[in-house]
């Protein structure tokens, strides 16, 4: 399955669409694509739009992935995100028109500071100012501090994972998906590392337990 190509199946349930952003080398689009295999698995119409900037690590990633409609275009309107998932803090300022009033934003705190912010001739937004910022397009923001990431077997969870376990958790994704649902299509994508991926799906999952998450 090609996920660069939009990707319909039948049996609509509900239309909700995912915006997803961050820079290269995090996984972001492995996320989607993960969303959409257990969506398509599930007979739910999904349409996965991947996105790429600079073909480099710290490039400007994003997707957008529409759920639920049988016919649809590639890009989700202004305010017309159910649910925002960065994983980089700068980059989220770039999702925030998208953020539907009262839909749900879920950020994992990595910074990667750009050449000018490391020079010192831009500055580097603080995590309160994208916090204001979501919170006045009307989003719900929950923040994943990249240091209370678990450990297994000595070494930090895939960080990616661990977000989309926290989703399936905390927003109403939970709605479409069962995490079952997605640990079936983790556990078929790696034949190696599976259960290091499943371990970091259920982290996510049970972080608000450990208040690994905090809210706004």
Same mark, same amino acid.
């Given at each position: 399955?090609?996920?660069?190509?939009?990707?319909?199946?039948?049996?609509? *349930?509900?239309?909700?669409?995912?915006?997803?952003?961050?820079?290269?080398?995090? %996984?972001?689009?492995?996320? %989607?694509?993960?969303?959409?295999?257990?969506?398509?698995? /599930?007979?739910?119409?999904?349409?996965?739009?991947?996105?790429?900037?600079?073909?480099? &690590?710290?490039?400007?990633? /994003?997707?957008?992935? &529409?759920? %639920?409609?049988?016919?649809?275009?590639?890009?989700?309107?202004?305010?017309?995100?159910?649910?925002?998932?960065?994983?980089?803090?700068?980059?989220?300022?770039?999702?925030?028109?998208?953020?539907?009033?009262?839909?749900?934003?879920?950020?994992?705190?990595?910074?990667?500071?750009?050449?000018?912010?490391?020079?010192? /001739?831009?500055?580097?937004?603080?995590?309160? +100012?994208?916090?204001?910022?979501?919170?006045?397009?009307?989003?719900?923001?929950?923040?994943?501090?990249?240091? *209370?990431?678990?450990?297994?077997?000595?070494?930090?969870?895939?960080?990616?994972?661990?977000?989309?376990?926290?989703?399936?958790?905390?927003? *109403?994704?939970?709605?479409?998906?069962?995490?079952?649902?997605?640990?079936?299509?983790?556990?078929? &994508?790696?034949?190696?590392?599976?259960?290091?991926?499943?371990?970091?799906?259920?982290?996510?999952?049970?972080? +608000?337990?450990?208040?690994?998450?905090?809210?706004?």
């Amino acid at each position: 399955m090609d996920s660069s190509l939009p990707v319909t199946h039948h049996a609509s *349930r509900i239309a909700f669409d995912i915006y997803l952003v961050g820079v290269g080398g995090q %996984g972001v689009l492995t996320i %989607g694509e993960i969303i959409t295999a257990a969506a398509f698995q /599930k007979g739910i119409p999904v349409n996965f739009y991947p996105t790429k900037g600079m073909a480099q &690590r710290g490039g400007f990633v /994003k997707a957008q992935l &529409r759920i %639920g409609r049988e016919t649809v275009g590639p890009s989700i309107p202004e305010k017309g995100a159910d649910l925002v998932i960065a994983t980089e803090v700068s980059e989220l300022l770039k999702a925030v028109r998208f953020i539907k009033p009262g839909g749900d934003v879920l950020l994992f705190g990595f910074v990667w500071a750009p050449t000018a912010v490391m020079l010192g /001739k831009a500055p580097y937004p603080t995590l309160e +100012q994208v916090t204001e910022q979501v919170v006045a397009a009307g989003g719900a923001m929950r923040h994943i501090a990249p240091e *209370r990431l678990p450990s297994y077997e000595g070494v930090p969870v895939p960080d990616n994972i661990y977000v989309l376990g926290a989703a399936l958790a905390q927003t *109403r994704l939970c709605e479409i998906l069962a995490v079952s649902d997605v640990a079936g299509i983790v556990r078929n &994508r790696w034949k190696r590392g599976a259960e290091r991926n499943l371990f970091a799906l259920d982290a996510g999952v049970k972080a +608000q337990t450990r208040r690994n998450l905090a809210w706004h």
